[in-house]
């Protein structure tokens, strides 16, 4: 068996089974293949073989390989490829033709590092298999490479198959090392009009998109593709369509052979040093006996190697809890961002002023605390030293300085001028060759930023916030078991100052993320036992970093724990100048959403959704719902037909006769037809409406509810006290009292609605005070109760 698996990969001349005779030796192909998954000395032989090939493609300066040379790593990983040979000049051309080809016909395919796709130049053509033929096409490429500047490496002679270019017959497998996010396994349906049938169908649907990792298990992988437009075509799956055209094992077999070369050849593989960057296969022909054969293949390969990411933990430690603090940058006689900064240390009064100290030129005291002139005057090793002097030469001397000399064990990075502008660049790199040279011996501090607001810790009784106390909202009786980790510290605020938070367990701004990343607090966090959601803004990724991010963020909500996203930078700049129909198709933040999704990490649209499910899930806590049978109630019925419109993935629960007969007595005289949702009308009072509410409520039909109120009516209390009127919301039975009541009584997941204007602000707060979640529009409400449905079922959803 094992002799019948070394392949020839020459890369003058591989020749193989046509599909002629590819009918007789399908159960022969199949066997090989499951070996080369099972059997550990085959895979030996396969990943030397490969590593051989890219070694000498390497060597000879070259990172775009060839197609005749991507067939054979993938003739060596399990694939059938078609017959072909490779000439780098005419005189090579043999004078009968390409020998042991099957058919009197030949495909011929130009061979260009600067022409990834041929068929826009002629590269592509068909011709009897003769040397005066071949002869006539070797000539033709060469004058297309000569007319645009291109280089012609050669040509590649292949075996002309007998094929079905209609749709589902060609598929698109990609293999690509994402540089945040590793190694990604991408599917869908190929040939020329791979593009278009991408932008034609819904979002998710057209393109199996898994890391590499995860398409190794085999059950989720078998889901997933489950979901896609063209599985269920080529599988039998459809009404039209009952007989499969490739066998479920094929395809699985398929992609986890692809997969297993990502990962065998990527950055952080132990196996190879070559990276296969980039591996496009379009088309992958379904031929009529069920096999996948690559009819065009697109490859980049590199030896790069990035640098480890692992700051030490225990220094997070450091930083999140010290027990003392040195503030550099705080003025002794104006209010500066240190100065208030250092207002706030003392306010929080968790640090005692004794051991907050403070670098500063003349002074010997800045508010009740010792300041120091130099560094070398400091009373011992510094736990957190927090930095806001803005960036220069001399600045980042004395930030070297205290990384080499060891004086902290962990820094915050207030001041901005570094990465995020181009005269900053190197002051950064200066710093990070300073941490990365005292990592090399075991020391350095831990760095967050630079270009952030800093840190808020609750357990650490610190905050490095340079905005004073009272330009932020108070904060409501809600938030304390989140962390909010933000690559933006307006980001940061805003949704405080917007959701009336409680101060969150932390609230971290990373910046720049020279040091420490979302990922690495993520990782220190993650055991916290009063942290329940983490709520996360994320710009980009560094290097290696997003592969780390979404295996600790799928641990994460495998515990139970939810993980809220939004994620900016989401533009496909460039996509159309792509040269891969895969990068075309798939953009950077295509990839982040599916994987995250495959994470079961909520991932939020807009600013509005990533709000909303704050909101959700900080309120409703833990209240858990056997499905999704909604009942709804408005008093208004226009809200009732929007609702019943935009239901998501919940459908109105049917009510008992019991419901039904308490409804009827409680609605306005004149609603014959009760039923969900019901349509309450302005005329019902506050105590009939309350009771309309917890029969819906006591329903054994009704998973969930949305209760809404359209304000402006005389018959519900909903106001403060105030002239004209003499409606008063802290009556007991008012509007929103009865409501909070309800909602105390049941344990179902309600969601509350009042859609009106400012007047209405203190009923809202009123009851979000009391831990309701309450929205302006009747669509937001049902759009949040929906997610949190899905997201405590754990079904994995995106917004």
């Known amino acids: 068996m094992l002799r019948s698996l070394k392949k020839n990969i020459s890369t003058e001349r591989v020749t193989h089974l046509s599909l002629c005779t590819a009918a007789n030796i399908t159960d022969l192909y199949r066997r090989v293949l499951s070996a080369w998954t099972t059997n550990t000395v085959a895979m030996t032989i396969m990943i030397s073989k490969t590593n051989d090939l890219l070694h000498s493609i390497l060597g000879s300066g070259r990172s775009f390989v060839y197609e005749h040379e991507a067939y054979s790593i993938l003739d060596t990983a399990g694939f059938h490829t078609p017959g072909r040979s490779f000439y780098t000049k005419i005189s090579e051309i043999p004078d009968a033709g390409v020998p042991d080809m099957p058919c009197d ?98 979002e998710k649907t057209a393109l199996f998109i898994r890391s590499a990792e995860n398409v190794l298990d085999r059950d989720s992988t078998l889901k997933a593709l489950e979901k896609t437009f063209f599985y269920p075509l080529i599988t039998g799956g459809t009404r039209v369509s009952r007989n499969p055209i490739v066998q479920q ?43 996948l054969v690559p009819l065009d293949s697109l490859m980049w390969i590199s030896e790069k190697r990035p640098a480890p990411i692992h700051p030490p933990q225990e220094k997070i430690g450091n930083l999140l809890h010290p027990e003392n603090i040195l503030l550099i940058g705080a003025s002794a006689d104006r209010m500066n961002m240190g100065r208030i900064i250092l207002k706030n240390l003392i306010s929080a009064e968790k640090i005692e002023k004794e051991k907050i100290f403070l ?37 980042v001397e004395i930030i070297e300085r205290m990384i080499t000399e060891g004086k902290t064990e962990s820094m915050i990075l207030i001041s901005g001028g570094f990465d995020e502008t181009s005269g900053g660049r190197h002051l950064s790199a200066k710093i990070r060759t300073a941490l990365d040279d005292a990592r090399a011996t075991g020391n350095g501090p831990v760095i967050n ?29 809600f938030g304390e078991n989140t962390a909010v980790i933000s690559q933006s510290g307006a980001w940061l605020v805003t949704l405080l100052s917007t959701l009336n938070l409680h101060d969150p367990r932390y609230m971290i701004t990373v910046g720049n993320q020279l040091d420490l990343t979302i990922t690495d607090y993520l990782i220190k966090l993650r055991e916290d036992e009063k942290i329940d959601i983490f709520i996360l803004y994320i710009e980009g990724f560094k290097e290696g970093d997003g592969d780390r991010f979404l295996k600790v963020a799928g641990d994460i909500s495998s515990s139970g724990k939810k993980v809220l996203v939004y994620k900016s930078g989401r533009t496909p700049a460039g996509a159309q100048a792509a040269a891969s129909h895969t990068a075309a198709m798939a953009t950077d933040h295509d990839l982040f959403t599916r994987l995250l999704e495959d994470a079961g990490v909520y991932e939020a649209d807009t600013l509005e959704d990533i709000e909303d499910a704050v909101k959700v899930f900080t309120l409703l806590g833990r209240r858990q719902s056997p499905g999704k049978r909604a009942g709804i109630i408005s008093d208004a019925g226009y809200e009732c037909s929007v609702a019943g419109d935009r239901l998501h993935s919940m459908h109105l629960s049917r009510f008992s006769e019991e419901t039904i007969e308490i409804l009827s007595g409680h609605l306005p005289s004149g609603i014959i037809d009760v039923h969900n949702p019901v349509d309450a009308t302005p005329a019902i009072t506050t105590e009939e409406y309350g009771k309309c509410v917890e029969a819906i409520l006591k329903d054994e039909n009704t998973d969930c509810a949305v209760i809404s109120n359209v304000a402006a009516t005389s018959t519900q209390e909903n106001l403060p006290a105030g002239p004209g009127h003499d409606e008063d919301i802290t009556n007991p039975d008012s509007h929103p009292n009865t409501l909070i009541r309800i909602f105390r009584k049941y344990d179902k997941p309600v969601v509350f609605c009042m859609n009106e204007g400012a007047i209405y602000d203190p009923a809202v707060r009123m009851m979000e005070e009391a831990g309701l979640p309450v929205f302006r529009k009747i669509d937001r409400a049902i759009k949040a109760l929906d997610l949190f449905l899905e997201f405590n079922r754990g079904n994995r959803v995106k917004s």
């Open 249 to 291: 094992e094929v395809l699985l077999s398929a992609l986890e052979a692809l997969a297993r070369l990502a990962l065998d050849f990527s950055p952080t593989s132990e196996t190879s040093m070559v990276t296969i960057e980039e591996l496009e296969i379009n088309p992958v022909q379904i031929t009529g006996d069920g096999q």
């Open 105 to 202: 016909r030949v495909v011929c395919k130009l061979i260009s590092p600067e022409m990834p796709h041929r068929s826009e130049y002629g590269g592509i053509v068909f011709v009897p298999n003769s040397h005066d033929a071949l002869e006539s096409t070797f000539s033709s490429f060469s004058r297309i490479c000569d007319e645009n500047d291109f280089t012609l490496a050669g040509m590649m002679v292949a075996e002309l198959l007998e094929i079905d270019d209609h749709v589902p017959h060609q598929l698109l497998f990609t293999l690509k090392q994402d540089p945040s996010l590793g190694p990604v396994i991408i599917a869908g349906l190929g040939g020329l009009g791979t593009e278009v049938w991408k932008a034609g169908l819904r």
């Open 449 to 477: 930023g630079p270009n952030c607001m800093g840190i808020v810790s609750g357990p650490g009784g610190y905050n490095t916030f340079f905005l004073p106390d009272y330009k932020l909202s108070p904060g409501g009786p």
């Open 359 to 395: 670098l500063h030129p003349s002074a010997e005291e800045i508010d009740g605390c010792r300041a120091f002139a130099s560094i070398d005057d400091l009373p011992g090793k510094i736990d957190l030293a927090v930095f806001t002097i803005p960036a220069s030469e001399r600045s």
